[in-house]
């Protein structure tokens, strides 16, 4: 067996209880450079914003695509805009960042506790995820300053994120 990183950095992420959805990568490494990606998807549209498009095509097809929280969501018809995503805060247990009009923020965190996910199938390839995860107990999501409506059902900081390439020789 052999492991080949492809993605070090951050994901916190939410969903809301009317189906709006966020996540908000922070690669310091991978695969396709460092980076950063913001992704809403609602009933109405799903959205990726990053100034790399290509760590933002990979990180929404090939990993976030494969997570329960996005289930359903089709990348294929996402639209895709080139602009920053800036970070205002981001810490073990807090997140705030901005992009293509949206932002989102979580926080009011509940714990941070070590996680493994030894194999994780995602498209015939198996991953394998580290990371510090913080649950939360509040999260927003808003376009244009105006917030979706709709409670947290689940929202995360994870931080000191791995995802690793497992291959079995």
Same mark, same amino acid.
């Given at each position: ?10 994901? $916190?992420?939410?969903?809301?209880? +009317?189906?709006?959805?966020?996540? =908000?990568? /922070?690669? #310091?490494?991978?695969?396709?450079? &460092? ?56 810490? $073990?247990?807090?997140?705030?960042? +901005?992009?293509?009009?949206?932002? =989102?923020? /979580?926080? #009011?965190?509940?714990?941070?506790? &070590? ?55």
């Amino acid at each position: 067996m052999s492991i080949e990183p492809v993605f070090v950095g951050a994901n $916190p992420g939410c969903v809301l209880s +009317t189906g709006v959805r966020a996540s =908000v990568w /922070i690669a #310091d490494w991978s695969i396709h450079g &460092p980076g950063r990606v913001g992704i809403v998807a609602s009933e109405n549209e799903t959205v990726v914003v990053s100034s790399q498009p290509v760590l933002a095509r990979w990180l929404a097809n090939e990993l976030t695509a494969y997570f329960p929280e996005f289930e359903g969501v089709d990348f294929g018809t996402a639209e895709y805009q080139d602009a920053d995503v800036a970070l205002q805060v981001l810490t $073990p247990t807090d997140l705030r960042a +901005t992009f293509g009009g949206y932002e =989102v923020a /979580i926080g #009011d965190s509940k714990e941070v506790r &070590p996680v493994t996910v030894e194999a994780w199938e995602m498209g015939g390839t198996t991953m394998r995820l580290t990371n510090l995860l913080s649950p939360s107990r509040s999260a927003a999501v808003s376009r244009d300053k105006k917030p979706f409506e709709g409670e947290p059902t689940t929202a995360f900081v994870a931080t000191s994120e791995r995802w690793d390439r497992v291959r079995r020789d």
